[in-house]
């Protein structure tokens, strides 16, 4: 599971309140299904015609960083009132996979993009004239959306008769120092008392589950006496909440930091740190980590150590608005053993290999001789961003440039070895605190069998091998399974299988091959949620009677919430499960952003 958006590290989790403001790197090269809601008129041109006036606003879709906007097609004459819940589902019900998903109130179309072209041409084949709540769809390739930077650049050269305008001038800052501007964007609640951020925290998880109570008697008519009778016992919910625990640490506690490098809200060039406000909103200003209160010591020591190098090299940052420059991120994690691993990533542009090679040198000198190495950097890795097909950081190959290949973490007695591109748990201490929770409910014994879905580096399915019969990992990352393997050796677990490949291809053949009655599942998936054929297989596998689901955005989760629980259909095979309790953790303090547990049992 992975889950950090670059710039924006407050942005896990489930949030406090929909619609609050969350910190994007740039809408582009946006990883997750996203909703988007617009009342524009659509455009009315099917493809960039590239002598078209201003064609510079669609530039992004010419180079080499991937984009679904050139996978993208209208969906037009949709039943009226159509949600994007309702299309999502529908296209999900089709086999489609989209990246994105964009709604325009009332109107009868909308916009959907996909990661590949075989995606996007599967999705008009199957759609095209497919009728739909008694009409009949209509599919066309859309044209792409234009980049936002660029266009607000445009209007500004048009309104100010500037055309020799080079680059974004530094952002108009309010009164305010620009630590609580960006402490504000990253850390929203850090001027709220930690008691009173649980509490609020506490009322948007009642509120989630009120919602899931609504939907269930909603979906699953047979269930409305139960839920009557659990709204009744526990305050208009269908389960009891166990409160929200608190993390062990409130500062200082983020494991790994995603750090944009752009222009500072200052005005000073090669600024590493996080985004003030949003690309969309035609803003790529970065301001300096040093004062947010989540970002530990050693991370801010290796963030000041690594700007002053870039500031004194010949190469400019990389400018999303004109494609142009070289330095792009730079990836820090750390560990309680002090070991940190920092991932720059540089856009090579026209450089040779042989000057891509000395950079590499020079960066690994100045970390282990010059004035770098006081920040202890233990394993240095180097990417070329600039050949990205995918939107997927996880895919960029990594040089490794200097020390350890690897860092390493303990958590609940055991021994973790961790990737650069690897998921583990922001908050190494709340996620003790979280995967002690899954391991009480989990109720196990010898002869149980434990299916880990979407398992990372293993960090769940070993916490709780000790315990059980044998325990199954299913992770799509190959990094985080090498990893997982490495981790049950050393940790001396022999009754462990970690699987790779997507958990909606593997799942389904491996909870049928399994014939244990005592059987738990345990599911983390990323933001978007569980894939709906890994929901269909759940419910069709009747031996599965325990579920537990950790979420970390319980809003995006609500459809599998929901399928979990609807009454069975032609789609929807198998007897449907019930939420037994719930309990949130605080992985994320002074954000608005928490992990869910919900555990479900089979109706019998």
């Given at each position: 599971?992975?889950?950090?958006?670059?710039?924006?590290?407050?942005?896990?989790?489930a949030s406090v309140s929909p619609g609050v403001v969350q910190s994007e790197t740039c809408e582009l090269t946006d990883s997750r299904v996203t909703e988007e809601s617009e009342k524009s008129s659509p455009p009315n041109e099917t493809h960039v015609e590239t002598d078209e006036p201003g064609e510079d606003v669609y530039r992004y879709i010419k180079g080499d960083l991937f984009t679904s906007e050139i996978y993208k097609i209208e969906i037009q004459n949709l039943p009226k009132f159509v949600s994007f819940s309702e299309l999502?589902?529908?296209?999900?019900?089709?086999?489609?996979?989209?990246?994105?998903?964009?709604?325009?109130?009332?109107?009868?179309?909308?916009?959907?993009?996909?990661?590949?072209?075989?995606d996007r041409d599967q999705a008009m084949e199957v759609l095209q004239g497919q009728v739909w709540k008694n009409r009949n769809l209509r599919?066309?390739?859309?044209?792409?959306?234009?980049?936002?930077?660029?266009?607000?650049?445009?209007?500004?050269?048009q309104e100010n008769d500037d055309h020799d305008l080079k680059r974004p001038a530094a952002v108009d800052v309010?009164?305010?120092?620009?630590?609580?501007?960006?402490?504000?964007?990253v850390t929203p609640l850090w001027?709220?008392?930690?008691?009173?951020?649980?509490?609020?925290?506490?009322?948007?998880?009642?509120?989630?589950?009120?919602?899931?109570?609504?939907?269930?008697?909603?979906?699953n008519r047979a269930l409305v006496p139960w839920v009557f009778q659990q709204k009744k016992m526990y305050g208009g919910t269908c389960c009891p909440l166990e409160g929200v625990r608190p993390s062990p640490v409130q500062t200082e506690y983020r494991n790994k930091c995603e750090f944009l490098i752009?222009?500072?809200?200052?005005?000073?060039?090669?600024?590493?740190?996080?985004?003030?406000?949003?690309?969309?909103?035609?803003?790529?200003?970065?301001v300096e980590p040093f004062d947010t209160v989540h970002i530990p010591a050693k991370t801010k020591e290796v963030v000041k150590a690594f700007q002053k190098y870039i500031r004194s090299s010949p190469y400019c940052v990389y400018s999303p608005e004109t494609y142009e420059g070289h330095w792009k991120q730079l990836t820090v994690r750390i560990s309680r053993a002090k070991q940190i691993m920092a991932i720059v990533y540089f856009n090579p542009q026209k450089l040779t290999k042989a000057e891509l090679a000395e950079l590499q040198g020079e960066l690994s000198k100045y970390f282990t001789e010059g004035d770098g190495k006081d920040c202890g950097v233990t394993s240095l890795y180097f990417a070329e961003e600039g050949q990205r097909k995918s939107p997927n950081l996880e895919d960029l190959p990594l040089d490794h440039v200097h020390g350890d290949k690897y860092i390493y973490e303990q958590l609940?007695?055991?021994?973790?070895?961790?990737s650069p591109h690897a998921f583990f748990q922001v908050?190494?201490?709340?996620?003790?605190?979280?995967?002690?929770?899954?391991?009480?409910?989990?109720?196990l014994n010898q002869d149980s069998t434990v299916l880990d879905v979407c398992c990372g580096t293993g960090t769940i399915g070993l916490s709780l091998a000790k315990n059980v019969k044998n325990v199954i990992g299913i992770e799509m990352c190959q990094e985080a399974i090498e990893d997982a393997k490495v981790n049950a050796e050393i940790n001396g677990l022999s009754n462990v299988e970690f699987l790779c490949g997507k958990a909606e291809d593997l799942f389904p053949t491996v909870i049928n091959s399994l014939t244990s009655q005592n059987l738990v599942a345990v599911v983390d998936p990323p933001r978007a949620g569980l894939h709906s054929r890994v929901v269909l297989a759940i419910r069709r596998a009747e031996h599965l009677k325990r579920l537990i689901y950790v979420a970390c955005n319980a809003r995006a989760a609500m459809n599998n919430f929901v399928d979990l629980c609807r009454a069975p259909s032609h789609r929807v095979k198998g007897s449907p499960f019930r939420p037994v309790k719930a309990l949130a953790v605080d992985l994320f303090p002074h954000t608005m952003y928490y992990e869910l547990l919900i555990l479900f049992e089979r109706v019998e």
């Open positions: 599971m992975s889950q950090t958006n670059l710039g924006a590290m407050a942005e896990e989790g999502r589902k529908f296209l999900s019900r089709n086999n489609l996979v989209p990246h994105k998903i964009k709604l325009f109130g009332k109107q009868p179309y909308a916009f959907v993009t996909f990661k590949e072209e075989k599919v066309r390739l859309a044209k792409p959306k234009a980049d936002p930077i660029a266009k607000k650049r445009k209007q500004e050269c309010l009164d305010r120092p620009l630590s609580e501007q960006i402490a504000d964007v001027k709220v008392p930690y008691e009173e951020q649980l509490k609020k925290k506490e009322q948007n998880v009642l509120h989630v589950l009120g919602t899931l109570t609504t939907e269930i008697g909603v979906h752009g222009v500072g809200a200052d005005g000073e060039d090669k600024t590493v740190g996080c985004r003030l406000g949003k690309y969309k909103g035609g803003s790529c200003a970065v609940l007695g055991l021994k973790f070895r961790i908050n190494t201490l709340a996620a003790e605190v979280l995967y002690s929770a899954v391991g009480d409910w989990a109720k």
